[in-house]
């Protein structure tokens, strides 16, 4: 949750376009994560497993593995860095600088995406950065949490909106079940499509 200032309805995005833009974006961090998977096997959009690898890897004294994953996540927190600077509030409202984020996150993953095709390993933490960016773009909307690079958060929250929704026999806002729900479904969606671009 975030500690900043409520966000007012005058401040703040229509649901139907942040349902639009997350989905976009989510579609997008699945096809990215994909395409790193398939060429590298490693994973960019989500920091979970990468963190547990460089502990195994620091006790199994595996160095080039090491170096992966921690490009991995020193990529991934850079880019979270420099959205932080660029946006300056992890609010979702218009008039941000999330264009200027967007530029910078597409132009990395171009040069991920030619460097991964002559194999250059480079293109892993390049694509972290990107999904770094990506991720740290927005966090908050209206007492929700936003991800769009990983989707344990979005399960989770499905989850237990679920099961309000059992408990209290309705649903608060209809329109954070749509949300989660269309992103986790992006997300799949978009791993599959890069899955079917590479093929």
């Not at 401040?11 to 376009?17: D, G, N, S």
């Not at 996540?73 to 600088?97: D, E, Q, Y």
């Not at 499905?158 to 408990?167: A, C, K, Q, S, T």
């Amino acid at each position: 949750m975030s500690t900043d200032h409520p966000d007012t309805d005058a401040e703040t995005l229509a649901p139907h376009w942040v349902v639009t833009g997350g989905m976009l974006l989510a579609g997008s961090a699945g096809f990215v994560n994909t395409i790193m998977l398939s060429f590298f096997h490693l994973p960019v959009s989500h920091m979970s497993g990468s963190v547990s690898k460089i502990g195994i890897d620091l006790v199994n004294g595996n160095a080039d593995d090491l170096q992966a994953f921690l490009g991995i996540v020193g990529g991934f927190l850079i880019g979270a860095f420099l959205s932080g600077v660029i946006i300056g509030n992890r609010n979702l409202r218009p008039g941000r600088r999330y264009g200027h984020s967007l530029l910078i996150q597409g132009t990395l993953l171009m040069i991920a995406t030619f460097l991964a095709q002559y194999g250059y390993l480079i293109a892993v933490p390049l694509a972290a950065t990107a999904c770094g960016m990506q991720n740290a773009m927005a966090s908050s909307y209206r007492g929700l949490t936003l991800r769009t690079t990983h989707i344990s958060g979005v399960v989770t929250d499905f989850g237990i909106h679920l099961g309000h929704l059992v408990r209290e026999r309705r649903v608060r806002d209809p329109w954070k079940l749509v949300l989660l729900a269309g992103l986790l479904g992006a997300f799949f969606t978009g791993g599959a499509l890069g899955m079917l671009g590479i093929r």
